[in-house]
């Protein structure tokens, strides 16, 4: 069966912090791993890599995927208050139209 | 930009009752996704269409019928409502699920069933 799993499950760090979250899957053909991130309402794209992109960068965020040991991490650098959400991690298997989410790490940034 | 818009973002039925959530893209996707998010069970898949004129089932199907009215729009039916059912639900739809490109979300809709 296809599995995503997120790891940890919630974390609380000050403002000025490095984090890292991690999402490591199991799935038959790999195809894609996006990364959203979900404040009150609808989760927001942040990533997205493939066998083509196994590495992205956005100012403060980065991420990488290691397709040998199926996992992925995001890193977040000097956070800030407005980073703090639930950060979910998707799988798409190849042959599929199927999106499978992890159940996210609930991320706290304190001032 | 509109993007995914669901409706309601809020509604209270009553065990039994029948309710249909609507929603609509404007990016001119063919693949839509209905899922539900409870606490400590991330999001997961209740129905998608592929394209227009198919429907397949996801994860947590049951107690749930779906149509694809057309391209746009994507409508989740619930014909007798259980407490079980109590959730946030997400309206999605992506370029073409296919291939694995990125998803983009409703603002969901909240509701509670008592």
């Known amino acids: 069966e296809d599995k995503v799993v997120q790891s940890p499950l919630s974390l609380v760090v000050h403002e000025g912090d490095t984090v890292t979250l991690n999402c490591s899957y199991e799935?038959?053909?790999?195809?894609?791993l996006l990364w959203y991130k979900q404040e009150k309402k609808a989760p927001t794209f942040l990533f997205m890599l493939?066998?083509?992109?196994i590495e992205k960068k956005s100012g403060r965020l980065s991420s990488i995927l290691d397709k040998k040991e199926l996992f992925s991490i995001l890193n977040i650098t000097a956070t800030q208050t407005g980073d703090s959400a639930v950060y979910l991690c998707?799988?798409?298997?190849?042959?599929?139209?199927?999106?499978?989410f992890g159940t996210g790490t609930r991320l706290k940034v304190l001032a | 930009n509109a993007g995914v818009t669901q409706t309601p973002k809020f509604q209270v039925l009553k065990t039994g009752q029948s309710m249909t959530l609507q929603c609509a893209q404007d990016?001119?996707?063919?693949?839509m996704y209905w899922y539900r998010q409870d606490p400590g069970m991330g999001l997961r898949l209740i129905y998608y269409?592929?394209?227009?004129?198919?429907?397949d089932k996801g994860e947590v199907p049951n107690g749930y019928n779906v149509s694809r009215l057309n391209k746009r729009e994507f409508s989740l039916r619930l014909e007798s409502a259980a407490p079980s059912q109590t959730s946030v639900y997400f309206c999605?739809?992506?370029?073409?699920?296919?291939?694995?490109?990125?998803?983009?979300f409703g603002e969901g809709s909240w509701l509670t069933v008592v």
């Open positions: 999605a739809s992506s370029e073409d699920g296919s291939s694995g490109n990125t998803i983009y």
């Open positions: 799935v038959t053909n790999f195809r894609s």
């Open positions: 493939t066998s083509s992109g």
């Open positions: 998707a799988v798409t298997p190849s042959g599929t139209y199927k999106y499978i």
């Open positions: 990016m001119n996707h063919n693949s």
């Open positions: 269409s592929a394209s227009e004129g198919t429907t």
